[in-house]
């Protein structure tokens, strides 16, 4: 993952200029333009069996996403685009490019081989200073989860870990239990 300061001004123009010239994943997060290759074998695999472990067991009106960005609030040229997140289904059917943070139930990060414990706090700061009300880190380099919850003022309040084997509990609406067993590990 690269990280580039850039000036305000139209960032998500140049964000999309890099997408389309070089095919990395961008960014917005806190005024700085976030780039990374897409998922590797691994990491992908790690996403499809984790939409696979939620999608079946979410109640009808919520769906599993991929590539789908979500918004800062008040702020169009800050968002993240989560690996997986969960939202209305009625996403599917918005003209946006950008989702609403309090409409995703759950965002998933799932952290590549080369992400550094910065970009990781950086990027979890983001996630909850925008409002997302849960967010799950696997990092399969450590076989490792945490799930943020409540977040307020920036940070988030309620911080659960654990390790690949382990069950994510989580809360009504979302299926009362993530399986971690069958993650692959870096």
Do not use: C
Not at 60 to 73: D, N, Q, R
Not at 119 to 136: C, F, P, Q, R, S
């Amino acid at each position: 993952m690269t990280l580039i300061a850039v000036h305000p001004g139209r960032l998500r123009d140049a964000a999309e200029q890099i997408e389309r010239s070089t095919g990395l994943r961008v960014q917005i997060i806190g005024g700085s333009l976030v780039m990374s290759p897409t998922p590797r074998g691994k990491r992908a695999g790690a996403i499809r069996r984790l939409r696979g472990h939620l999608e079946p067991h979410l109640p009808p009106g919520l769906g599993t996403y991929e590539v789908s960005s979500v918004a800062m609030p008040d702020d169009e040229d800050d968002y993240a685009t989560p690996d997986l997140v969960v939202l209305p289904v009625d996403w599917e059917e918005d003209d946006a490019w950008l989702a609403d943070p309090r409409d995703a139930a759950l965002a998933v990060e799932v952290i590549s081989s080369s992400e550094r414990a910065r970009d990781i706090g950086n990027k979890t700061d983001w996630y909850a200073t925008a409002g997302v009300a849960l967010l799950l880190a696997v990092d399969p380099r450590h076989a490792t989860w945490t799930l943020y919850s409540h977040p307020r003022d920036g940070a988030y309040q309620g911080v659960l870990k654990g390790a690949f084997g382990d069950e994510v509990p989580l809360p009504p609406p979302l299926p009362a239990a993530l399986p971690t067993g069958d993650l692959p590990r870096y």
